[in-house]
């Protein structure tokens, strides 16, 4: 078995049937894909298959598609290949096993865009929400990508108008990695309005990511086909923005169902563009997250190193007992020891070896009366 006739089949394969296909990719599991589509091609396989596939099983237009693909800068990523995300697509098939009907893996990814596609999946986020976005929903999607990006953490999403796209400026603004996951052909140059925003993302660094075949128009179903994808190759998805219905609940519930981390943002009460996040939070099927910290401590298993512009307070060295003791203290007027004890609620003997520490460190100065704050640490 080649590595070329390997790529070839599963390229048959993948325009055989509409994806998810659960019975097409059972059957490539059990016989293998070059075995499996022979059997395809001559209609040897169970009923099910056959029932997916026979619509399409003499296109067979895998070189024309390997040179769309060329054309487009794109390449086949396999399971078979190195860089394949197999690790957070395993989300995939445990959820199968417990019957999640939409939890099916792709048989394989168009890619375009330097980038491994497995790294950038490996601790990615997932920033999605309405395209009829407001522009608190834009201005914060954007926020969140460029904070995320900027703390090395790759940012997923679908390249829609609204709250997409923000989110794929927001991270290329940071100059970090963000990829594009499409419900149409690598090649479709859709939207529209995006070709630019796509192609940039190509050339920084990121990718543009799809399971169709090289010409595969957009249409409604496969962007909810999209959706399962979005969720399982990324850590977390945080929805900005959403309606009643919406595709970016539905990738939230698809997130859910995979055992992924879901976040929402919260939005002005009276914004019909906010209502889907506020059911989410409401019904505990999302964590309400206002800041890049709160979702990177959401997400978990980053252990990404506290970003070093962010503020710290002085005092943030100080242990409990000296924090009481510290807090007890006044700006503007001396506190006898006494004073101190009964306030921090701390013994008076410890309040004593404290104030001295405190002192050396430069948090509080003796006075004629007792001890007081000292301004700067204020």
């Known amino acids: 078995m080649s590595a070329d006739e390997l790529r070839r089949a599963r390229a048959y394969l993948l325009r055989v049937a509409e994806p998810p ?4 990719v059972a059957f490539v599991a059990e016989h293998g894909p070059i075995d499996a589509a022979g059997r395809v091609r001559c209609g040897d396989c169970p009923p099910e298959v056959l029932k997916v596939t026979e619509a399409r099983r003499e296109y067979d237009l895998v070189s024309q598609d390997f040179a769309r693909a060329a054309e487009a ?30 939890a099916v893996p792709p048989l394989a990814l168009w890619v375009s865009g330097e980038v491994t596609l497995g790294t950038a999946a490996d601790r990615a986020v997932a920033v999605v929400g309405a395209r009829a976005a407001t522009e608190y929903g834009e201005h914060h999607a954007a926020e969140f990508a460029y904070g995320l990006a900027g703390r090395n953490v790759p940012v997923f999403s679908g390249a829609a108008y609204g709250i997409d ?16 996951v ?15 925003l796509l192609n940039r993302i190509v050339r920084s660094g990121g990718a543009v990511v799809s399971e169709y075949p090289p010409g595969t128009p957009p249409a409604r179903h496969r962007f909810l086909v999209r959706n399962r994808l979005i969720a399982a190759l990324t850590e977390g998805t945080l929805v900005v923005e959403a309606g009643r219905r919406s595709g970016a609940r539905n990738t939230a519930s698809t997130a859910g169902a995979l055992g992924k981390v879901v976040m929402a943002l919260p939005g002005p009460v009276s914004s019909g563009m906010s209502v889907g996040c506020h059911q989410l939070i409401r ?41 009481r003791a510290y807090e ?3 700006v503007r007027a001396d506190r006898s020891d006494a004073e101190i004890a009964a306030e921090s609620g701390l013994p008076l003997r410890k ?9 050396i460190d430069g948090f509080a100065v003796r006075g004629e009366a007792g001890w007081r704050r000292r301004k700067e640490s204020a």
């Open 21 to 24: 296909a659960p019975a097409l």
């Open 73 to 102: 800068g794109a390449r086949l990523v396999v399971p078979e290949d190195d860089e394949w995300p197999a690790w957070p697509l395993l989300a995939l098939e445990q959820a199968a096993r417990r019957g999640v009907a939409e």
């Open 165 to 180: 796209g923000a989110a794929h400026r927001g991270a290329l603004a940071a100059d970090g990695v963000t990829v594009a």
């Open 182 to 196: 499409l419900g149409c052909a690598v090649d479709a140059g859709y939207p529209a309005g995006h070709v630019g």
């Open 283 to 323: 019904d505990a099927r999302a964590t309400l997250v206002s800041t890049v910290d709160e979702v990177l401590e959401t997400v978990g298993r980053f252990g990404i190193a506290e970003d070093p512009a962010r503020p710290k307070r002085p005092t943030d060295r100080l242990g409990a007992e000296a924090l």
């Open 328 to 330: 007890a203290l006044a």
């Open 351 to 359: 309040v004593r070896a404290l104030l001295p520490a405190l002192e």
